[in-house]
């Protein structure tokens, strides 16, 4: 017993740690916007400290003295009153402290507002294999308590209600199904928003798997001249494999644009075919060309499905009307020559670096390289304004 | 064959100093590995150069950490650091040779782990997902894990007599039980800053270990005369 004694004698900071200085309540509570909250702190009587010595501060701002009440010789409480929403997720500090300043006990405060009902919930499934949805927040967006989602599902007439699992896909509020979905039977879906002040639901969107689905890009989409026709080129590309096996007629849709200009021109009514000519064009002049894929009747449905996302640009020039006369005399086409001759050396230079000599020499090439003058333009003026925005 | 090989090995003798240098070697080798940690043979200096690099790095992350963290916290942040918490590892390295002061830079690594995985764990329910809290916390723990290998192997190769205990000698790993958040906040706060406070002091001894221990011809049988 002695021994035990002079050991807590001796051990003052365990004992001090082993027992609180001060006890706050309540205790991280969650709280609405604009409410009110009466806090207590009861320091040990051991401590010997006189409640009218404390004060109180929250977030680091010293509460006045007449917000206070003196509940016996060792509590003291405060009254707030309109509390505003928590400056940060783990809680605004509400701080009792004794007359030198140190800290007797904290409490964290999350103040904010139930969530309100999700809204805009979409899925999509990519091949039929999986689904993917999304939905935005409802009202003005999280409130300042922290909010879990929760994405549900079950099939409409039968089976368990699940959970989505998977929130890790890098964008927030979104949710991946990635296997073990049902087809011809229709899915009610849902999400339930949660925070320490309450619960909203969406609203439940019913969909079969098949009528959202959507695709990859096409692939090994060509763009070629049509002769010596100056104003046409020919778009090939081949049908998405992933749904090759399914039965369905796509659609796609083209777009293209000239090489300095950032406006597409949409050509809609392409149908299942995979090839296109694209007339009316400009002579001598590139074009960016990108197809995208809608799979349409999926097992025999004939609803169309949800876009793809488009193919990488693929270039490609119209001929020139007239060829270049060479040895002319004329001054203009000797300005032409020169021109041409800078952006030849130009063009060798980069097919040398990049194409591994000029074995494989085609206009397809050329066109790549001008794809590629475009990129790195780009890219000189994002890094000027980026430099521009750093000396600002 | 064998009448190839008698013909080879009369030239062979094998020294006093061999036989002894492979005994040790080999008795080294089974030592780095009883361990749990294989250990490569490397020459002294450079073994302790690669760790003193590490523990400048890690400290120089340590500043930004705690930097970060007080920010994370909310206002008032800066008090909760100076409260005093039990089973929290001190930053403090003892010791009076060179074993033992390497042993508790060992210990301390070890015992500083399941705090700052602890902390990361509260921080995860605290902050937002992007928080760049939560990865800087992750960073310092797996390189202090490194770390703590590093000089476990170098310990071992310079000590190979002197077994690493099982548990650590400076004190309890014990991680405090479930708290309340303000709790949590100054539990954090007080974690980050005596691990930036250890690593500080690690970054001296291993200069000052390094100028003890590694000679520059230092050999196991030099290394075996210390004892």
């Given at each position: 017993m002695i021994s035990m004694l002079c050991l807590m004698l001796f051990v003052p900071r365990v004992f001090s740690s082993s027992t609180q200085v001060a006890v706050i309540f309540p205790q991280d509570p969650a709280l609405w916007m604009g409410s009110s909250l009466t806090a207590t702190c009861t320091v040990s009587p051991e401590r010997g400290l006189h409640a009218n010595t404390m004060y109180w501060t929250l977030n680091g701002k010293r509460l006045p003295s007449s917000t206070y009440g003196l509940l016996s010789t060792n509590g003291l409480s405060v009254t707030l009153h309109r509390l505003n929403g928590s400056q940060q997720q783990s809680g605004d500090n509400l701080v009792c402290h004794s007359r030198?300043?140190?800290?007797?006990?904290?409490?964290?405060?999350?103040?904010?507002?139930?969530p309100e009902k999700p809204v805009n919930l979409t899925c999509w499934s990519r091949n039929t294999k999986d689904l993917s949805c999304k939905w935005t927040p409802g009202g003005r967006g999280e409130t300042f308590i922290k909010t879990k989602y929760t994405l549900k599902y079950k099939l409409r007439w039968y089976g368990r209600e699940r959970e989505c699992e998977d929130y890790s896909t890098g964008k927030r509020y979104t949710c991946y199904i990635p296997k073990d979905?049902?087809?011809f039977t229709p899915y009610e879906i849902w999400v339930e928003a949660s925070n320490q002040l309450g619960t909203a639901t969406s609203d439940v969107i019913t969909l079969d798997i098949l009528d959202v689905v959507t695709t990859d890009p096409p692939d090994n989409v060509h763009v070629s001249r049509v002769g010596e026709l100056e104003d046409q080129l020919t778009v090939r590309w081949g049908s998405p494999p992933a749904l090759k096996d399914f039965l369905f007629q796509a659609k796609y849709q083209i777009r293209y644009r000239l090489e300095d200009?950032?406006?597409w021109k949409l050509v809609d009514d392409v149908g299942n075919q995979t090839s296109c000519r694209l007339a009316g064009l400009r002579e001598g002049t590139v074009y960016f060309v990108q197809v995208r894929c809608n799979p349409v009747g999926i097992y025999g449905s004939r609803k169309a499905g949800i876009w793809s996302d488009w193919s990488h640009p693929?270039?490609?020039?119209?001929?020139?009307s007239e060829p270049l006369q060479s040895g002319s005399c004329d001054p203009k086409s000797g300005e032409q020559n020169s021109t041409l001759r800078r952006e030849l050396k130009q063009f060798f230079g980069w097919v040398r670096k990049h194409a591994c000599g000029c074995s494989g020499m085609s206009i397809k090439l050329y066109d790549q390289w001008r794809v590629w003058l475009q990129k790195s333009h780009k890219t000189r003026n994002h890094v000027g304004i980026h430099m521009e925005q750093k000396k600002n | 064959m064998s009448g190839h090989v008698k013909n080879m090995c009369p030239q062979l003798t094998i020294s006093q100093a061999a036989r002894t240098l492979l005994s040790?070697?080999?008795?080294?080798?089974?030592?780095s590995v009883s361990a749990g940690v294989v250990c490569r043979k490397q020459p002294c200096g450079s073994s302790l150069q690669r760790s003193l690099k590490l523990t400048k790095l890690?400290?120089?992350?340590?500043v930004d950490l705690l930097k970060t963290y007080k920010l994370s916290q909310g206002d008032m942040s800066e008090l909760f650091c100076q409260m005093s918490i039990n089973n929290v590892p001190d930053p403090n390295i003892s010791g009076l040779d060179p074993s033992e002061r390497m042993l508790s830079i060992y210990s301390h690594c070890k015992a500083f782990l399941p705090h700052l995985k602890r902390v990361t764990e509260q921080q995860t329910d605290l902050q937002p997902p992007s928080s760049s809290l939560l990865s800087k916390l992750s960073t310092a723990h797996n390189r202090t894990n490194g770390l703590a290998n590093q000089i476990n192997c170098i310990y071992q190769t310079?000590?190979?007599?002197?077994p690493i205990p099982p548990e650590p000698v400076d004190g309890p790993t014990s991680v405090p039980p479930s708290q309340n958040v303000f709790q949590q906040k100054v539990y954090g706060c007080v974690v980050l800053k005596r691990f930036k406070e250890f690593l500080s002091r690690v970054t001296r001894e291993l200069r000052t270990l390094k100028s003890q221990v590694c000679t520059r011809r230092t050999t196991f049988a030099d290394t075996n005369a210390l004892f």
């Open positions: 030198d300043g140190h800290v007797l006990a904290g409490s964290c405060l999350y103040v904010g507002m139930p979905l049902a087809l200009s950032t406006e693929t270039a490609a020039s119209t001929p020139h | 040790l070697l080999l008795v080294a080798a089974i030592d890690i400290h120089k992350e340590s310079l000590f190979p007599n002197l």
